[in-house]
């Protein structure tokens, strides 16, 4: 008669026991990481009044066909930690407070709204600029009551120049 043999190893030095734990466990460690990773960074690509965005696109195009009527267009430079733009129009407007803005294509947590200040001797706008991540920026610039805009696009990180036209 034979009788079963006793095992002597611990069980935590068995295969077994590791193949039947491991999957659960890794399943755990990875739903711990996915929940961590989609509540740390929320993305801000969704607009929470989606209809007045909607309705806002009408003013939009109203200010760029403004825009164009004046002949307005823009150079943005960005100078180290200043930016400078030369503001060109048809009819010659009278130098005002602009806004500037740089919007960041999906975290609105990077955006920058900067007001810009006019130099008469120079004829242009400035303002000091914090450091943008890397990106390819949206880049608007309006009066402070809203009358017109003009925007355009950061296309190349590392030549900072930028060409701001009416557009809705």
Do not use: C
Request: net charge negative; hydrophobic share 40%; proline share 8%.
């Amino acid at each position: 008669m034979r009788y079963p043999r006793e095992d002597t190893v611990p069980w935590y030095k068995q295969f077994w026991p590791w193949f039947v734990i491991t999957p659960p466990l890794v399943g755990i460690m990875l739903g711990v990481l996915l929940v961590t990773a989609a509540t740390y960074d929320p993305d801000g690509l969704v607009i929470g009044d989606y209809s007045k965005e909607g309705r806002g696109i009408n003013q939009s195009i109203a200010r760029a066909q403004f825009a164009m009527q004046l002949g307005l267009a823009a150079d943005v430079q960005i100078e180290g930690e200043q930016v400078v733009v030369l503001l060109k129009s048809n009819p010659i407007i009278p130098p005002q407070e602009l806004e500037l803005r740089f919007v960041h294509p999906t975290r609105d947590q990077f955006d920058q709204k900067l007001v810009l200040t006019h130099d008469p001797v120079r004829n242009r706008y400035y303002a000091d600029i914090e450091a943008l991540e890397t990106a390819k920026w949206y880049v608007y610039i309006e009066p402070m009551d809203g009358a017109w805009r003009l925007r355009g696009r950061m296309a190349d990180f590392d030549a900072p120049d930028i060409r701001l036209e009416p557009s809705a």
